[in-house]
Every structure is written in structure tokens, then in C-alpha cells.
């Protein structure tokens, strides 16, 4: 089955500075990655995806890029904001949509 | 508004009991599942469910098990053979195949 990588576990930041997350997976039949924020307590909530025959994906501050030939795909955020600070789930899943395939999350903290 | 309700969101076992934790979606998904989260760790898939009437073990099914007679409710039932319960379970819908999980807030339960 697929297995996901997930790195930093742990990441600091002073405000207004990026961070990356980076994800690997292993099964080339993955072929949707989303990533989740989770805040203290509460579900995980959608905040990103990208396909696999698409290269990169921005949403203001977030962006997502995919390398299938690494097999890896990793989450840009700029200009962090205290309110970033949560945890974060990279996934992979394929096609069938059955099963999602989760990394095991970084807790970013951004410091004021 | 469209979502995912889980109840209760904190529950106490005492050993030897079974308990269900609940889960209903007015969303009109197909699809639900259960995944559980340890701290520290990725989220791991308990049972899932593509159409009402039938459902499949995910990775770590052992000691829970479920039912899916409505489209809109997915109740999980730990059972007393699950001897390590304390845990965070979150429930997750999706309507198709296009986009990633919306999950609900979590049942946080404990072992006393």
C-alpha cells in the first residue's frame, strides 16, 4: 500500500517569514494530494490540493508543488501569520478515492 | 449549513464496555470513514463506507466495528476488545470523486 512521509514534525517561524512542508509517498498510482490544518481540538479542515497533472497550485499565501517523477509534493506558506500556527497533514490517495493515505503531521508555530 | 456532526465530543470508557461514538453528515455524501489519531501520529483508518449497507475494514478495524443502514449516519462502536481506546476519532465524508475529506470536529475518548 502507499506510504507518506511527512517532515519537519516540528517547525518554528518568526511572523511574516515562509515555511515549507514536504511530503513523500511511494505508490505512482496516487494521484490527488490534499493538505489539512488542524487546529487544537478540532477536525482537520481542507486547505489545498493539487493533481497529479498539475505541477503547482497557489491559493493566496499557500501554495502546493507536486515533482511525480521524486514522487514528493510539499506546502509553501508566505508572509506566516500567527494564525497559521496548527498542525499539518500532507495526504496521497488514488483515483478510486478509497482509501486516503496520511503523513503523520508537523506542528508549525509561528512566533509574533 | 452543510457538515458533519460528531457526538459526543468527549467520552469516558470504563474497561470492559463498549461504547458508540456518532457520526451524521447532511451533505448527501456516499462515502464516510473513521480514522483514528494518536498524538504524534498520522491519522489511521478504522472501517469506511462507499454506499449504505456495506463497509470495509481500513488498517486497524480490530476491536471496533460499525453500521451503515442510513446514508446519512455512520455510528463506530469501540468495543471492549480494543484494549488501547484512548484516542481522538474523527469521522470523514467526501461526495465524490473530485475533491479531498471534510471531516468532523472529533470525539475525544478516554479509557477510566
Known amino acids: 500500500g502507499e506510504n507518506v512521509e511527512q517532515h519537519p514534525s516540528t517547525l518554528s517561524v518568526q511572523e511574516g517569514d515562509s515555511a515549507v512542508i514536504k511530503c513523500t509517498y511511494s505508490?505512482?498510482?496516487?494521484?490527488?494530494f490534499p493538505w489539512y490544518k488542524q487546529e487544537l481540538g478540532k477536525g482537520p479542515q481542507l486547505i489545498i490540493d493539487?493533481?497529479?497533472?498539475?505541477g503547482e497550485k497557489k491559493d493566496q499565501r499557500i501554495a502546493v508543488t507536486l515533482n511525480k517523477t521524486a514522487k514528493h509534493f510539499s506546502l509553501h506558506i508566505t508572509e506566516t501569520q500567527p494564525e497559521d500556527s496548527a498542525v499539518y497533514f500532507c495526504?496521497?490517495?488514488?483515483?478510486?478515492?478509497?482509501?486516503?493515505?496520511f503523513g503523520s503531521g508537523t506542528k508549525l508555530n509561528v512566533k509574533p | 449549513d452543510g457538515g458533519i456532526t460528531q457526538s459526543p465530543k468527549y467520552l469516558f470508557r470504563k474497561e470492559g464496555q463498549n461504547v458508540t461514538l456518532s457520526c451524521e453528515q447532511n451533505?448527501?455524501?456516499?462515502?464516510m470513514y473513521w480514522y483514528r489519531q494518536d498524538p504524534g501520529q498520522g491519522l489511521r483508518l478504522i472501517y469506511y463506507s462507499q454506499i449504505v449497507n456495506d463497509f470495509q475494514k481500513g488498517d486497524i478495524a480490530e476491536g471496533y466495528s460499525v453500521s451503515r443502514e442510513k446514508k446519512e449516519s455512520f455510528p463506530l462502536t469501540v468495543t471492549s476488545a480494543q484494549k488501547n481506546p484512548t484516542a481522538f476519532y474523527l469521522c470523514?465524508?467526501?461526495?465524490?470523486?473530485?475533491?479531498?475529506?471534510?471531516f468532523g470536529s472529533g470525539t475525544r475518548l478516554t479509557v477510566v
Open positions: 505508490d505512482s498510482a496516487s494521484n490527488y
Open positions: 470523514a465524508s467526501t461526495g465524490d470523486r473530485a475533491g479531498g475529506y471534510t
Open positions: 495526504a496521497a490517495t488514488a483515483y478510486n478515492f478509497n482509501k486516503f493515505y
Open positions: 493539487i493533481r497529479s497533472n498539475v
Open positions: 451533505l448527501n455524501h456516499d462515502a
